[in-house]
Nanobody, 127 residues
Framework: QVQLEESGGGSVQAGGSLRLSCVAS????????VGWFRQAPGKEREGVAA?????????YYTDSVKGRFTISRDNAKNTVYLQMNSLKPEDTAMYYC???????????????????WGRGTQVTVSS
């Protein structure tokens, strides 16, 4: 089992920044991936960003956050971060981190391909 815990959510005005953290109890292998996902009320959960845990860090983003969000990792702390800049009201959602074993690269932002989930942290962006 892998436990994940998110933190760092909050309420900010449009244009502001937040940094989310996801601490994992452990990773099952160097082939793990960690992803950030979000779900707004009445909408499906969507993938935001993903990063591999082993080897050279490789990152993936959904188009709507490219250039604004940055995913990074600190393996010594079993922590993955999501730096969110230039926040928009449409970024308002519950943000979840999730971990999985090896994932096909074209599925890295697909919620169904992730096994372990945190409980989420709320991000609210006001205009």
């Amino acid at each position: 089992q892998v436990q994940l815990e998110e933190s760092g959510g909050g309420s900010v005005q449009a244009g502001g920044s937040l940094r989310l953290s996801c601490v994992a109890s452990r990773y099952t292998s160097g082939r793990n991936y960690v992803g950030w996902f979000r779900q707004a009320p009445g909408k499906e959960r969507e993938g935001v960003a993903a990063i591999n845990i082993g080897g050279i860090a490789t990152t993936y983003y959904t188009d709507s956050v490219k250039g604004r969000f940055t995913i990074s990792r600190d393996n010594a702390k079993n922590t993955v971060y999501l730096q969110m800049n230039s926040l928009k009201p449409e970024d308002t959602a519950m943000y979840y981190c999730a971990a999985s074993g090896s994932v096909w690269y074209y599925r890295l932002l697909a919620p169904d391909d992730y096994t372990y989930w945190g409980r989420g942290t709320q991000v609210t962006v006001s205009s």
